[in-house]
């Protein structure tokens, strides 16, 4: 069989994506192809974490629909299947099966009775060690727990993935030394909240526990962490990062907002002050440290000096990298409940004024590199300009953070790590020149 998988969403749902392809490809003649036109089954793995991921669901899925025959089965998985699927199946008859989340474990009954044959295993589940890959060989994304504890005014992903359901360290180690093993060189942990593992099943926050087992594997590799909640930000764990160079010293904190009159109503824990202190903090402990967040402009009962205000603490804290959300009010979240609603103008001009306060502080952050020598991750080559583009631990690979241009001595392959100078900075990007061991 012939199979096409599209893949909306986070990194998440990616993860899900390469696990769902792998079980499929355990029999060999099972082929992803990269035409829809050629495929058996059409797949779209969705994202509905807000208004806008679900108008770009339907839309791939209406624009696949285009490619289907008489034998060719399309098919929606994901979290628009697992929210919506009872409102879809009338509303999309081109549809031939949504699979809910919850429902992946029997993803083989559901597709065989789909085909009326017995083309997948049913006795065979989707797992972690059975991925179909879509990331580069360099780096891969491990996902340590699904679903939340947190109950975010504004956030759906409860609702829909669930209560937090953390893996065991052991597993995740083996999966860790599987990667290493295959040559990964960047470990990119996630999950919905990152802090929190592990807390369901050792009634405890365990990061720092997986943390000790992971960098104890043997071999050239790097961790990056991914979805920190400010106020478990502990002292063990800034400790931790700061003491072993296994770990990427980059801190993924969505904040969402700084006033505390707001934050108190998106049910987020840990007001301004209390964010100031542990930004400080952390800069103190670790002065090369790279900070990244989110903050949602427009949330109910929001005013122009709230937003000032937020541009201020952006000013003050200085994050190298931000983005921003407009509020968008989910069906089944407190926010959507709230009255004095903002209007889509008003969330839209807040957005603007908020990114580009931003501009200049990436770019002020970014100048800070000029002059520094980095160690730099190669993905790719750019023919216009005759440089390499890569990252160093200071850039996500998640297309958010921007790159290093590299001037190179010699010719590399992607995947490769080598030390640049860096000699120029924009808002996104950094320049530099490649450099030996002996100018480092």
Known sequence: MKMFMISLGCAKNQVDSEMIVGFMQQDKSNILVDNPEEADLLMVNTCA?????????????????????????????????????EELINELPEVDLFISIKDYDKIAELLNKLFDKQIFNSESHLSHLRRTYK??????????????????????????????????????????????NDGVYEINLISQDTTKYGFDIYKKLALVDLLKELVSIEGNFKIRLL????????????????N???????????????????????????????????????????????????????FPSETEDDVDSLIEFMKET??????????????????????????????QERYNRVMDAQFYISLDQNRKQIGNT?????????????????????????????????????????????NVKILDADSYTLTGQEVSDEEN
């Open 227 to 242: 979805y920190l909640y400010p106020d478990i930000v502990t002292d063990e764990l800034i400790d931790f990062i700061k």
């Open 374 to 418: 980095v160690e730099v991750l190669i993905e790719d080559y750019d023919e216009e300009s005759y440089m390499y583009i890569g990252r160093s631990y200071g850039f996500a690979p998640d297309d958010i953070d921007g790159a290093i241009y590299v001037a190179a001595t010699c010719e590399h392959n992607p995947g490769d790590v080598i």
């Open 244 to 298: 072993n160079p296994k770990v990427m010293p980059y801190f993924d904190i969505p904040l969402q907002h700084s006033e505390d009159r707001i934050l108190k109503l998106m049910k987020r824990r840990g007001m301004r002050d209390f964010l100031v202190e542990l930004i400080n903090k952390i800069r103190k402990q670790i002065p090369h440290a790279v900070f990244r967040t989110t903050m949602i402009v427009g």
């Open 49 to 85: 974490f807000i208004e806008s991921a679900r108008e770009e669901a339907i839309n791939t899925i209406l624009d696949l629909a285009s490619y289907k025959t008489k034998d060719k089965k399309l098919v929606v998985l994901g979290c628009l299947s697992q929210r919506y699927k």
């Open 318 to 347: 200085k994050f190298d990298r931000l983005g921003a959300f407009t509020y968008s009010p989910e069906e089944g979240t407190l926010g959507a409940t709230y009255d004095d609603q903002i209007e889509e103008e008003i969330k």
């Open 135 to 180: 990331t580069p060989k360099y780096m891969r994304y491990i996902r340590i727990s699904d679903g939340c504890l947190n109950r975010c005014a504004f956030c759906a992903i409860p609702l829909i993935r669930g209560l937090l359901k953390s893996r065991t360290i052991e597993d995740i180690k083996e999966e860790v030394v599987q990667a290493v």
